[in-house]
């Protein structure tokens, strides 16, 4: 199936969306009179880029928009889509399987065409349409009223709808639009004609004014060539010079940077030089710190002194009270504690203060076992708790030595720290000063030799702007290009500074004379000849290539009307066959057949569509053909189309029309009624007809004819509900005679 559905929004009585999904051969639109199932024919009409209202049953697109009712508000607009299959390359130029055509129209009468989602000229429909062998004709939509058309039509219409039906306007599109570019491409080489007329005198002018500029090419010529040598030996001496100053600069650049760096570092280190004044403060408390703890230390040396003298008077009154207490036990006694007392002395001088501490359990130890030894004998009762409190006050000031001792040699080791760190920054900030004095005078003599070659280097770009100067002016009188491929051939070669300037003052004797001779206004001479010949040649060339144009489009041309005439004689051989075979089947008998017809008139020729910007209008008298239909039924004599009744001619006129979509079928055909005026009898031969069609087409039939809907694989019916709006029921095919009735 190529046709795979269409969809109504807005279109006439269809004011909702609407679907039609054909996928069958045949698919039957059925349903009462009035309910809009017609408006489907002409929505095909619309979205295939048909401009006729009329033809659509209105006289402009507002009235193809629904309108509204008191249940349903109106539409801004009518949207119609087609959807193709195009898996079989029915669209050949669109590489997508699938093709959607859309034509929107506006109430202000605008119309969109679009083709796959992006908007699309009229023209440009009908090509994809007419490559898919859908035309304007109409003969592939047949309307109730219109399948007399072709038989009321006169020869020349009759022979547009053959050709079309047949597939041959792609050929006389390109014919025609040949046409156009044949008669534009001899207005162009008219044109080119009178061009070279016009200039021709201004040539012959130009020529003679080239022989004068012949007399001067000499000097232009010599004035290259030395311009050209002088230059290059001027750049070569100006690139060495500037390598040389380069090579000088870049070391002298290199310890600038050092020396640079060295002043930084060295003004660092005399900013941490500053350092010096906290030192020295941190010094004088660490001295303050230290003669404080001497100090306490000493004090603590007289308290020891002072309890050992009183350990010394208890001794001494042991030996002169001891009534109660044996003399020889008491002395003995205190020479012991004072030996152990010594030994605490000893102790407290080393600072270990776990000694110091086992010492004095020891003392207290023997100063217990004595007083248990003589708890009675009187007065060594009151002694010996006094002792215990001397020895208990010095083991206290043993310990206290210890910890001054401790931080006395902190104290000495944080100022003999502090003393090295002043000297040691005073050191460094005289060092620190001295190189800051040396890099600067350093850095002072590198600059003066830098600047010594930058300016040498100031004197190479003035030289080297003196140079570009002089070469400007030598290009304007000699050319850039000469200039420039002369340059390309010769080598700079130093010369001395004498040589050189014999060089300049030669080039610029050389330039004066060449001003002298006119060489500016020859010039412009020149330029203009050049100019004017190839403006002639390229004319000539043109023309040539017009010519060449006009016989291939000639050829084209001649081809496309060979091809038109065979491909329209055989179709119409094919037709004539398919006609007598329908025609005879619908009369039982007779005889049907088209001829051409020859008649001289005065013809409008219109080269393209209906779309105005692309057409292309003359007249002229011209031998126009057109098509007359034959026709003799069974058992009547009848000569002539005049001659049929309603019926005959209905009936006549099927049997062309589908003799037309056998010889090249369309895609698809739309039948409208077109059996309305079938009898019983007739009926089911154009059924049997249809179904024969469909083989090679696909048919959309709005019919009230049950034979005909017998024959559709897939049956639509369209009501009209409440406020003139179209709706589509789903029927099923048991179903399908009972509503036609």
Known sequence: MYLRRIELSGFK?????????????????????GSGKSNIAEAFRFVLGEQSMKSMRGKRGEDLIFNGSPETSRASRAVVKLTFDNSRKVFPSIDFNEVILQRDVYRDGTNEYIVNGSKVRLKDILELLGAAHIGLSGHHIISQGEADRILSANTKERRDMIEDALGLKAYQYKKEESERKLEKTRENMNQVESLR????????????????????????????????????????FLAQEKTRLAKELKPLKDELTKIER??????????????????????????????????????VIRELGRLEGELSAFKRLAQTAGKSIPHEAAVSFFDKLIGL?????????????????????????????????????????????????????????????????????????????????????????????KEVFEFLSQEKDVQAKISDLSHRQRE???????????????????????????????????LSREEREIKRKDIERLKIRLEESGIAGNADIEKEYREVSERDTFLEKELADLNTSAKSLENLIAELSEKLENDFVEGLK?????????????????????????VQKMAKKVGDTEDVEDSDERNEEESESGIDIFVSLPRKKTSGLMMLSGGERALTSIALIFAMSQVNPPPFIILDETDAALDEANSKKYGDMIENLSQKSQLIVITHNRETMSRAGVIYGVTMISGGVSKVLSVAFAEAENIAK
């Open 574 to 598: 094919k037709i004539n066959i398919a006609f007598e075979e329908f025609f005879s089947i619908l009369f039982g008998g007779g005889h049907a057949k088209l001829a051409v017809k020859n």
């Open 262 to 299: 060295g002043i930084v570092a060295a003004r660092d280190r005399l900013e941490k030089g500053s350092r010096v004044h906290d030192l020295t403060e941190n010094l004088r408390k660490a001295e303050n710190e230290r003669e404080k703890l001497r100090g306490e230390i000493s004090q």
């Open 13 to 33: 009585s269809f004011a909702k969306k609407s679907e039609f999904d054909f996928n069958s051969p045949i698919s039957a639109i059925v349903g009462p009179n």
């Open 197 to 236: 007329k016009e200039i021709a005198p201004h040539l012959r002018f130009l020529r003679k004014q080239m022989e004068k500029v012949a007399r001067t090419e000499e000097l232009r010529k010599k004035l290259g060539f030395e311009a050209s040598a002088f230059f290059a030996n001027e750049k070569e």
């Open 341 to 433: 007392i010594n030994e605490l002395k000893s102790l407290a001088e080393t600072g270990n203060s776990a000694s110091i501490r086992a010492k004095c359990n020891v003392i207290e130890k023997e100063i217990s076992s004595f007083r248990q030894a003589h708890q009675a004998e009187g007065k060594g009762e009151t002694a010996v708790p006094e002792l215990k409190t001397i020895l208990a006050n010095k083991e206290k000031l043993a310990e206290r030595l210890v910890e001054l001792k401790r931080a006395e040699e902190t104290a000495v080791e944080e100022y003999s720290t502090v003393s090295k760190a002043v000297e040691t920054e005073k050191e460094g900030s005289h060092l620190a000063e």
């Open 460 to 494: 190479l770009d003035l030289v080297e702007d003196e140079l570009k100067g002089n070469s400007n002016e030598v290009d304007a009188l000699v050319g850039t290009a000469f200039l420039e491929e002369l340059s390309r051939n010769v080598k700079g070669t130093l």
